[in-house]
């Protein structure tokens, strides 16, 4: 984690992301998250200094709260820079701090002198539990018709990567591997949880872990989600491999001269949480929401890929590739002209490119428009003359060019405004 | 354990074996370092070697009535200013290597001419053109100016020029200036035509994904916005007809526009420079049309030609004066931006879709 923020601050992202640009997409219900201007640094410190010490078990609890509040906020800045495994970063923070991951091996063992050998078997569950969720909301959301018989989109993407090293000219360029791919994929999604919950094949699939993330490390700008997913699947190992593993990290560090002196530290067999309910029905209720979230553009008519509407938030990864192009027309009722606005005035080129194809994005940048230019008493109107292209699909109007987007405002309703995808994309 | 594996293993290798009965190479089967050298052999190197021929002509038309500021060596001068404005036109579009380096298009056709700028650079006889202030105050907006802008007859005009000896001067530094940066352009391609054609990675420096950019970048901007829609009024509340490139000699505009537009036509369907002819190998539109699965009028490639060929007729259309067209009707040049801007639709989602290539151009020039 700490290393995820290091990258962030070492390629400037900080800077280029949240402070630089004029605008900023919210999220429904969290306008008021924006950056605070230099103070932005202030913030992606704190979360750096939170997950160091979770990491070292250094006061923890208040650390992995201030992490997730910290991580949650970067996040809500800018919706530009939405990514599954941050969302995944900050729900699992939020479990984390009902969790005593610091029970063992940690700081605050040193300074509490105690130490626990067992924690109740929940604990864990729990984090087991999340990953299911994530790879089995992720295999299904590939039951498409899209990704199962037209290998859309990695077709597009993998015959674009013909400049990789040895595969890139001829392996990546042959379309049963595209369906290979395609359907290893879902199939992988799928059984990994069951696979790594069952001790007979749960080596197996941790190499099937290890050999799908690096894969997929080396095809797509992904950032840090490999990562990440390989080490939270080593939660599903027995408690015996951890142990080994902290004796081998213990090991090494005395080899460096680091040895703690445990002889203080008073080893208690179990640890005995409080069974506190309110502790209990706040996870419960945590995965009852995580469980529904996913399926709720059900209560959206039309096809999902094509609106957007209920896709954010539900494991659907790399499953459409979207091309926009976006225009806004600023029609003044009063004195009847009209013209066009550049968008790159105002956005920079990642945030167009987002926008151009997100129905929310375009919504609020509509309202950022007719802000703009209205003046007292002369509201003006602002159109979108937009063209999407979904996974391969030929170019086709996207936004109604004749509604007033100033006028319409943003809510969970269905937005009306979005002309219908001309095809149909069967599944679940 | 092992059991597993094995069953595993053998489900693996049915499914493959299972596939590789149907094996198709469905990849673009282009190669790229023919395309990249088709564009430096039958583009780029051709365009550049004849704009610099004419750019030196001019210049030397410009030496001549430096020193004679007569009725004949203006408008030999002006004859010779159009023809190296007009093989310009082909020569804007590529933007790349040293031009880039040097913002070589900003400093020869940063249009409207900033009129007071040049007035104040004659009249200080100091300037310095790699200054970005001065972009709107050099190259051919302000040879344009300077040849026609001047005074209401030809006979004022060269009473400005025979009154001073700063006028004069200022026009010939001025071209020569164009005509030191364009050397360095064209001499540059000695060296770095090899590492243009051989950079055919998928990156966003690799010189494939530059040129389809600069491309996309010219069609929308230096054509598009610049001579059509910023003069049509498309991004204001009205019509600007300053904004008509070669505002001062008025009737070229139309040429202007033609010229450019019909090599944007032939970069995209891999025509050779000079001759029209179709060169053979790989081009812009044989590659999408490969990787386009329709066929007929509804295979990409064929459908940005077929709109192209559209608008290029509805700029024909169109009064030779863009400054005229304006006054009298500008819907009909709003008509003519509408045909255009359909292709910026298919060039930028479609296109740029298909050959999965990142758009990364920011605006540079601030308009």
């Given at each position: 984690m700490c290393y995820s923020i290091i990258r962030f601050w070492l390629k400037g992202w900080i800077d280029e992301i949240y402070i630089q640009p004029e605008y900023h997409f919210s999220y429904y219900g969290f306008e008021w998250v924006k950056p605070i201007g230099e103070f932005t640094y202030l913030i992606f410190f704190?979360?750096?200094?939170?997950?160091?010490?979770?990491?070292?078990?250094?006061?923890?609890?208040?650390?992995?709260?201030?992490?997730?509040?910290?991580?949650?906020?970067?996040?809500?800045?800018?919706?530009?820079?939405?990514?599954?495994?941050?969302?995944?970063?900050?729900?699992?923070?939020?479990?984390?701090?009902?969790?005593?991951?610091?029970?063992?091996?940690?700081?605050?063992?040193?300074?509490?002198?105690?130490?626990?050998?067992?924690?109740s078997k929940w604990h864990v569950d729990a984090l087991k539990l999340l990953i299911t969720i994530v790879y089995l909301y992720a295999g299904i959301a590939k039951i498409n018709s899209d990704w199962l018989l037209e290998a859309m989109p990695l077709k597009i993407w993998l015959l674009s990567k013909y400049d990789l090293p040895v595969i890139g000219e001829t392996f990546l360029q042959m379309e049963w591997v595209h369906y290979a791919m395609s359907w290893g994929g879902m199939l992988y999604d799928l059984s990994i949880p069951f696979l790594l919950m069952i001790a007979?094949?749960?080596?197996?699939?941790?190499?099937?872990?290890?050999?799908?993330?690096?894969?997929?490390?080396?095809?797509?700008?992904?950032?840090?989600?490999?990562?990440?997913?390989?080490?939270?699947?080593?939660?599903?190992?027995?408690s015996s491999f951890h142990k080994k593993m902290i004796n081998f990290v213990k090991e090494f560090m005395s080899v460096l001269g680091l040895t703690i002196k445990s002889k203080k530290i008073k080893?208690?067999?179990?640890?005995?949480?409080?069974?506190?309910?309110?502790?209990?029905?706040?996870?419960?209720?945590?995965?009852?929401?995580?469980?529904i979230i996913p399926f709720r553009y059900q209560l959206y008519p039309g096809e999902l890929f094509?609106?957007?509407?209920?896709?954010?938030?539900?494991?659907?990864?790399?499953?459409?590739?979207?091309?926009?192009?976006?225009?806004?027309?600023?029609?003044?009722?009063?004195?009847?002209?009209?013209?066009?606005?550049?968008?790159?005035?105002?956005?920079?080129?990642?945030?167009?490119?987002?926008?151009?194809?997100?129905?929310?994005?375009?919504?609020?940048?509509?309202?950022?428009?007719?802000?703009?230019?209205?003046?007292?008493?002369?509201?003006?109107?602002?159109?979108?003359?937009?063209?999407?292209?979904?996974?391969?699909?030929?170019?086709?109007r996207f936004i109604d060019p004749t509604v007033d987007l100033y006028d319409e405002t943003e809510s969970f309703k269905n937005k009306k405004w979005i002309l219908p995808l001309n095809d149909e994309i069967k599944g679940i | 354990m092992k059991k597993v594996i094995i069953i595993f293993l053998l489900i693996l290798t049915t499914i493959i074996s299972c596939n590789e009965a149907s094996e198709e190479i469905s990849g673009p089967s282009y190669d790229r370092e023919t395309l990249l050298n088709n564009w430096y052999i039958h583009s780029i190197q051709p365009r550049?070697?004849?704009?610099?021929?004419?750019?030196?002509?001019?210049?030397?038309?410009?030496?001549?009535?430096?020193?004679?500021?007569?009725?004949?060596?203006?408008?030999?001068?002006?004859?010779?200013?159009?023809?190296?404005?007009?093989?310009?036109?082909?020569?804007?579009?590529?933007?790349?290597?040293?031009?880039?380096?040097?913002?070589?298009?900003?400093?020869?056709?940063?249009?409207?001419?900033?009129?007071?700028?040049?007035?104040?650079?004659?009249?200080?006889?100091?300037?310095?053109?790699n200054n970005a202030n001065n972009n709107a105050a050099q190259g051919f907006p302000t040879i344009d100016y300077m040849l026609y802008g001047l005074g209401e007859s030809d006979e004022k005009i060269i009473e400005v020029y025979t009154n001073d000896n700063n006028h004069a001067n200022y026009l010939t530094d001025v071209t020569e200036n164009?005509?030191?940066?364009?050397?360095?352009?064209?001499?540059?391609?000695?060296?770095?035509?090899?590492?243009?054609?051989?950079?055919?990675?998928?990156?966003?420096?690799?010189?494939?994904?530059?040129?389809v950019n600069d491309f996309l970048f010219y069609y929308e901007k230096g054509f598009r916005a610049n001579k059509i829609g910023i003069p049509g009024g498309v991004f204001s509340?009205?019509?600007?007809?300053?904004?008509?490139?070669?505002?001062?000699?008025?009737?070229?505009?139309?040429?202007?526009?033609?010229?450019?537009?019909?090599?944007?036509?032939?970069?995209?369907?891999?025509?050779?420079?000079?001759?029209?002819?179709?060169?053979?190998?790989?081009?812009?539109?044989?590659?999408?049309?490969?990787?386009?699965?329709?066929?007929?009028?509804?295979?990409?490639?064929?459908?940005?030609?077929?709109?192209?060929?559209?608008?290029?007729?509805?700029i024909n259309d169109l009064d030779d004066n863009f400054v005229s067209q304006i006054e009298t009707n500008n819907i009909k040049l709003l008509q003519t931006y509408d045909a255009i801007q359909e292709i910026v639709v298919l060039l930028k989602v479609d296109m740029l879709q298909l050959l999965s290539v990142t758009v990364d151009y920011i605006d540079a020039d601030g308009d």
């Open positions: 704190l979360c750096f200094l939170s997950s160091l010490c979770v990491m070292i078990g250094l006061k923890y609890r208040a650390s992995i709260i201030i992490f997730f509040i910290s991580f949650t906020y970067i996040e809500l800045m800018d919706k530009t820079t939405y990514l599954n495994h941050y969302y995944f970063i900050s729900i699992l923070s939020f479990l984390l701090i009902f969790i005593p991951a610091n029970a063992r091996f940690s700081i605050d063992n040193y300074i509490d002198k105690k130490e626990f050998k067992k924690i007979k094949t749960r080596l197996l699939a941790f190499i099937l872990v290890i050999f799908f993330h690096v894969f997929t490390l080396i095809l797509f700008p992904i950032g840090m989600f490999p990562h990440i997913m390989i080490f939270s699947s080593m939660i599903f190992f027995s080893i208690l067999e179990d640890l005995k949480y409080k069974k506190d309910k309110l502790t209990i029905s706040v996870v419960m209720f945590f995965f009852l929401i995580q469980t094509w609106h957007e509407q209920g896709y954010r938030f539900s494991w659907r990864v790399m499953l459409i590739e979207k091309v926009g192009y976006t225009n806004f027309k600023v029609v003044d009722p009063l004195k009847g002209t009209s013209f066009m606005v550049n968008s790159s005035d105002y956005l920079t080129p990642f945030q167009v490119k987002q926008m151009s194809f997100q129905p929310d994005f375009i919504l609020e940048f509509s309202h950022f428009i007719g802000k703009k230019f209205s003046s007292e008493g002369n509201r003006v109107k602002v159109y979108a003359d937009s063209f999407v292209a979904l996974n391969g699909r030929p170019s086709q | 550049l070697s004849e704009f610099k021929s004419k750019l030196d002509i001019m210049e030397a038309a410009s030496k001549e009535f430096e020193i004679k500021k007569d009725n004949s060596s203006l408008n030999s001068l002006r004859q010779k200013y159009i023809d190296a404005h007009m093989a310009w036109q082909r020569v804007e579009m590529i933007n790349i290597g040293k031009a880039e380096e040097i913002y070589y298009n900003s400093k020869m056709n940063v249009y409207p001419v900033n009129t007071a700028r040049v007035s104040a650079n004659i009249s200080s006889g100091t300037y310095d053109f164009m005509k030191n940066i364009t050397e360095d352009v064209v001499g540059s391609w000695e060296t770095y035509k090899n590492e243009f054609v051989s950079s055919t990675d998928n990156t966003a420096t690799s010189a494939f994904n530059v040129m509340t009205g019509p600007i007809p300053e904004n008509v490139e070669g505002y001062y000699s008025r009737v070229n505009s139309k040429k202007y526009a033609i010229e450019a537009y019909k090599g944007i036509i032939e970069f995209y369907e891999g025509k050779e420079h000079g001759s029209g002819n179709y060169y053979s190998g790989a081009n812009l539109k044989s590659i999408i049309s490969d990787l386009d699965e329709n066929t007929g009028d509804n295979n990409l490639g064929n459908k940005i030609s077929n709109k192209m060929t559209i608008a290029l007729e509805k």
